[in-house]
């Protein structure tokens, strides 16, 4: 005899009856209580695996001083200062620590950014509490939970079977096992098994490929079998995106150049060196310039810009109830070229309700709307087999003859109808919501359901047989029956009988060609239809006749293909869901901008193409095609149309991820939507693949974002936003270019004319840096979204996000800055060396403070109002104010060499470096394609 109490100890729950476990576990078949699972979460902690911790804020400000430019320049400083150039060295160390400070904060934020990420793409996970099922984030799981899995779900913790319904599980990421192994409640007699062998048991981060169970969880966190494993695991390095590597290749290639020039400056400046300074100092003085010109020259700030930008953006994204998973699919929507989208619930509101019904040869009416219960029953026409041909009659039907499939329509059923104060709502499918209340509107009452057919069994909905089935003991007749739900058509093949007037006979090809007429008329005005059949499976015992006796049945293993096969057919429910009010005005955008739209749906062709009509997608003559006349075409021979197929219907999953690859390999950038278990291949190789927010957890799991409110609209208002993000990386990345350039150019320029000191001071080129990198350009990432970003066509992916054209005008930019800089410091060098410098020192930043304001919009003289964005208006006003600072206020004037300018003075340089604005706005005209001046 088995020792419980010992197996239970040492965590052998697959050999131990249920209510044992429960005992042990101090838990219960409907759940913890709130209170309880808060004590348990507290005292044990999250159900979470460890990670790797992030920086500490320390870490990141400590980093800030890793670049070797930076060491070299601290240390060329310290040698300046025991030289005793005491004043100029505290003045450089302390604006590179202001400068780490600034960077620190940059850094800190983009940390931060990510860390919110990963905290909104948390999974979740339905557990019983208070015999209540609720959804809490998976990580607040704790001993003792009663979970309840279904298909798709990944198993958030491992966990004790306590009851399951055709119950399969996918372990291949724990045991390498590929096939999915079906699960049981019953208790194994074996001591020590093997994980494989675990048949009542579930684990966590495996997934559940079929049918439902309850779980009471055994262990969470480290202790989970893939926890014990979890220290063995290399964890995977975060990957950058594209855009990110993109810049860092750029980034090298351009810091490369730029100290080749710095290079260059500093050996010259050696040649040329003045006869009336030791070699010694002027070599320090020069090797400080050089530095600072390096540090300021490559565009460190440029990684934080981006993954903050992206990161922020993501969160700002996530409010729009588009949730972004992983970083790339942020930078990827602004490409999005093609968009594969699901029908039901993304194009429409998903709010069913059942408008008409066929049945015993009448077509009946059904008044009503959404989910309330109160309605009436029309005989709208019925079949003359006299004339075989349908007669309008109008007239109030007597519902009780529908019996049957009212019966069906209750009894193969998961959701709930809830009444909240006036109104009703549905807690589950909306189309089996919709079937609920056609009940609920009927003669019948819940009770007649509840009390006259007890539950046996559920063989669950798949995307391939596109039907359910459920088994219920029906004790007013003593049969046990099945009761099947499903696609129409697909459905008629699995009948071999009908039911006619009360009466079952053979279903006729006649039969078959008026319910096929029926659904094609029911889907025509945009009804989603489907079918149903039941059919007697056995006789059931008098001493089970009791519904207590037939729930402590065994429950028994169901064939589907036998059990689902000879079927009797019913009738059929044709359900009008309305398409979402914005959806028209979502695709007509999409048409603007260059995006093209596909639905691909396992619903009807003629229900999916009325709804295409009304939200202005489909227009006469454009393609459709069946799912299984897609298989009949080659992969090359779909290449010649597949850009111009408009839906595709009766769409298998599989057929989703050909299109993908299709369209891919006709150079589209593809937004996919998906839901189920088997859309995950689709969603995966997709560039962007779109869960919808009431979809499966494995489809969240491969998606890179998550459709939260399930609107087609929201993904068109994401693209958008994705446009406008890339466009401000690319605005802000233009300013520092454009600004560095202009800065080298003019130190490099200065020494090859042999101009007799330099323009700018090493402090003064070191502070620019501060304020040119630091607030302006920080606050173009919060620019105004452009409003006709989405009148334009996609970008190219492959291009580089600083093209040839570019380049050259952030080099016109830099000598357009630098000959208006020099001109003035040669009219003002006869007036002294500082106040040539503060003149030329004033006019760099005063032109990157006109700039700033050119470089917003990626069109010219689009945005021209300096108060739209109010942050970069105040970082401009800072960084003036700043400015006026150093030139006027006394001590500052002794640290950075400068002296008072004149209102003239100040009138030449507003004057010349106001072209800083002109220039970059000019400059658009000559890097903007075509496609920019739509």
Not at 537 to 554: M, Y
């Amino acid at each position: 005899m088995k020792d419980y109490s010992k197996l239970l100890k040492e965590g052998k729950f697959y050999a131990v009856p249920i209510d044992k476990i429960l005992s042990f576990l101090k838990s219960r078949k409907t759940g913890l209580y709130e209170k309880e699972a808060d004590f348990r979460l507290k005292k044990f902690g999250y159900n979470e695996l460890k990670k790797k911790k992030h920086d500490s804020a320390l870490k990141i400000f400590l980093s800030q001083f890793s670049n070797f430019l930076v060491i070299l320049l601290i240390f060329a400083a310290f040698i300046s200062l025991f030289l005793g150039e005491i004043l100029d060295s505290i003045a450089i160390f302390a604006i590179l620590f202001l400068t780490a400070i600034l960077g620190f904060i940059q850094d800190y934020k983009a940390e931060k950014a990510m860390e919110a990420l990963e905290k909104m793409s948390s999974p979740y996970a339905k557990v019983l509490r208070n015999n209540i099922i609720v959804k809490i984030p998976s990580k607040n799981i704790v001993v003792g939970d009663i979970v309840f899995l279904e298909a798709g779900d990944i198993v958030p913790a491992d966990g004790r079977i306590i009851e399951a319904h055709n119950f399969k599980v996918n372990e291949a990421n724990l045991t390498g096992e590929s096939n999915d192994v079906k699960k049981n409640s019953d208790v194994l007699k074996k001591i020590n098994v093997p994980i494989s062998e675990q048949k009542n048991m579930v684990f966590a981060s495996t997934i559940v490929t079929y049918g439902k169970a309850f779980v009471v969880v055994t262990s969470t966190a480290m202790n989970t079998e893939i926890g014990k494993i979890a220290n063995t695991i290399q964890e995977q390095k975060e990957t950058k995106t594209p855009l990110q590597v993109k810049f860092d290749i750029m980034g090298k290639q351009i810091s490369f150049l730029a100290l080749f020039v710095i290079f260059l400056v500093f050996v010259i400046s050696l040649y040329n060196a003045p006869s009336n300074i030791s070699i010694e100092q002027y070599f320090i003085d020069m090797l400080i310039l050089s530095l600072s010109l390096a540090v300021a020259a490559v565009p460190s700030s440029l990684p934080p810009i981006i993954t903050i930008s992206l990161s922020l953006g993501a969160k700002a994204l996530a409010s729009k109830k588009m949730l972004i998973k992983k970083l790339p699919a942020a930078e990827s929507l602004g490409s999005v070229t093609f968009i594969c989208t699901d029908k039901t619930g993304t194009l429409t509101k998903n709010q069913m309700t059942v408008k008409k019904i066929f049945f015993d040869n009448k077509v009946i009416s059904v008044s009503g709307s959404g989910y309330d219960i109160d309605g009436d029953f029309f005989l709208e026409k019925e079949f003359d087999k006299k004339n075989k041909k349908f007669k309008k009659v109008n007239k109030k039907f007597n519902n009780e003859k529908l019996e049957l499939l009212l019966r069906i329509s209750y009894l193969n059923n998961n959701s709930k109808v809830v009444k909240d104060k006036n109104s009703y709502s549905v807690i589950g499918d909306p189309t089996e919501g919709a079937l609920k209340v056609l009940s609920y509107k009927s003669f019948f009452k819940k009770n007649y359901f509840d009390e006259n057919f007890v539950f046996i069994e559920e063989l669950p909905f798949d995307s391939d047989r596109k039907r359910m089935s459920v088994i219920y003991d029906n004790l007013k007749n003593n049969f046990r029956e099945v009761y099947v739900k499903g696609a129409p058509d697909l459905l008629l093949e699995r009948c071999n009988k009908i039911l006619d007037n009360g009466k079952v006979r053979k279903l006729t090809v006649e039969d078959k060609k008026r319910i096929l007429k029926v659904n094609e008329e029911f889907a025509s005005n945009a009804l989603r239809v489907l079918g149903f059949a039941y059919k007697p499976l056995e006789k059931i015992n008098e001493i089970n006749k009791s519904k207590k006796e037939c729930k402590n049945k065994n429950k028994e293993n169901f064939d589907v293909e036998k059990i689902e096969n000879n079927l009797i057919f019913v009738g059929l429910t044709g359900m009008y869901d309305p398409p979402r009010e914005e959806v028209k005005k979502a695709i007509m955008e999409t048409k603007n901008a260059g995006i093209k739209v596909m639905i691909i749906t396992g619903d009807h062709a003629l229900t999916t193409k009325a709804v295409a009509k009304e939200i202005g997608l489909y227009n006469k003559g454009d393609k459709i095609l069946l799912g299984e006349e897609l298989d009949s075409f080659s992969d090359d021979e779909l290449l010649n149309f597949i850009e111009d197929i408009k839906i595709i219907a009766r769409a298998l999953p599989i057929q989703k991820l050909r299109v993908v690859k299709l369209l891919q390999k006709k150079g589209h950038i593809v937004a996919m939507t998906g839901d189920g278990v088997n859309d995950a291949p689709a969603l995966k190789k997709a560039d962007i693949g779109i869960a919808v927010g009431s979809g499966t957890d494995i489809a969240k799991e491969v998606s890179k974002a998550v459709l939260e409110d399930d609107n087609f609209a929201t993904i068109v208002n994401a693209i958008s936003y994705g446009r406008n993000m890339y466009d401000k990386i690319i605005n802000s990345t233009r300013y520092l270019l454009a600004c560095n350039s202009g800065e080298i150019l003019t130190i490099f320029t200065a020494i090859i004319l042999k101009y007799s000191i330099i323009p700018l001071l090493p402090i003064q080129i070191l502070l620019m840096n501060l304020i040119t990198d630091g607030l302006p350009a920080l606050a173009l990432g919060v620019e105004p979204e452009d409003k006709d970003v989405m009148n334009r066509p996609p970008r190219d992916p492959k291009e580089n996000p600083i093209t040839k054209k570019t380049l050259f005008m952030i080099l016109m930019f830099g000598v357009v800055m630098a000959s208006g800089t020099l001109f003035l410091f040669h009219k003002y060098l006869p007036l002294g060396d500082t106040y040539a410098r503060t003149v030329a020192y004033t006019t760099l930043v005063m032109f990157e403070m006109f700039a700033v304001f050119g470089v917003r919009s990626i069109k010219p003289f689009r945005k021209l109002n300096p108060f739209s964005n109010i942050w970069l208006f105040l970082a401009v006003v800072f960084s003036i104010i700043l400015q006026l600072f150093i030139v006027y206020n006394p001590f500052l004037q002794t640290i950075f060499h400068t002296t008072a300018l004149t209102v003239y003075d100040w009138l030449n340089i507003i004057l010349i470096s106001s072209f800083g604005f002109f220039g970059m706005e000019l400059g658009k005209f000559f890097i903007n394609d075509e496609k920019y001046k739509k």
